[in-house]
């Protein structure tokens, strides 16, 4: 059974940092991208960054490119995105999900809260 | 960028209606589309891919159609826990992905 844990979330301060991790099990991770998702209070979901399955390539949505990076661990079988800089509209809820070529995030986590308060 | 759009973006609908959600996307997806159905507190849980594609496990009153820039995902026969919210979402480059606003399907 597929299973991605996030864990690192929680109350930071205006312009500080945070890393989130998400450990996966249940399916051969050094062969999938992964993507993390982040959802406000009340909005859709929103995109963040995708990462290759070597950790070559990435990609990032406008608003966090600079801020944030993702980076993976295959040995650990790990993601993580490092944010920076952070911001009242940087929080949201933080998902990381496995991505397949025919259908996109396939496999969701249940989501890790991040919240940006002073 | 691709920008999408979804209409309505709330449906009121009785248990036993045929609901239709439209996705609209800004340029062509071909058919990398996605929907997504979410319960509050829970993440969105696949129902459909490559535009008509459903997804293992997933009830046959959920259809999906289209290609290019306009898509439909149709329930059916709307049962009780379809109540949610649905958003769509592209996937045809790695380097950008994007969800619709969503629509929510409420209790009439």
Redesign the interface.
């Given at each position: 059974e597929v299973q991605l844990v996030e864990s690192g979330g929680g109350l930071v301060q205006p312009g500080g940092s945070l890393r989130l991790s998400c450990a996966a099990t249940g399916f051969t991770f050094n062969t999938y991208?992964m993507?993390w998702?982040r959802q406000a209070p009340g909005k859709?979901?929103?995109?963040v960054a995708?990462i290759?399955p070597d950790g070559s390539?990435k990609?990032y949505?406008?608003s966090v490119k600079g801020r944030f990076t993702i980076s993976r661990d295959n040995a650990n079988n790990s993601l993580y995105l490092q944010m920076k800089y952070l911001g009242a509209d940087d929080t949201a809820v933080y998902?990381c999900?496995r991505?397949v070529p025919?259908?996109?995030?396939?496999c969701?986590?249940?989501?890790i809260p991040v919240t940006v308060s002073s | 960028d691709v920008q999408m759009t979804q209409s309505p973006s709330t449906l009121s609908a009785s248990v036993g209606d045929r609901v239709t959600i439209t996705c609209r996307a800004s340029q062509s997806v071909n058919s990398w589309l996605s929907w997504y159905q979410q319960k509050p507190g829970k993440p969105p849980k696949l129902l459909i891919y490559k535009a008509s594609t459903l997804e293992s496990g997933v009830p046959s009153r959920f259809s999906g159609s289209g290609s290019g820039t306009e898509f439909t995902l149709t329930i059916g026969c709307l049962q009780p826990d379809d109540f949610a919210t649905y958003y769509c979402q592209q996937y045809n480059s790695y380097s950008l992905f994007t969800f619709g606003p969503g629509t929510k399907v409420e209790i009439k």
């Open positions: 991208w993507t998702v859709g979901p929103e995109w995708n290759k390539d990609y949505v406008d998902y999900a991505v025919e259908a996109g995030p396939d969701w986590g249940q989501g | -």
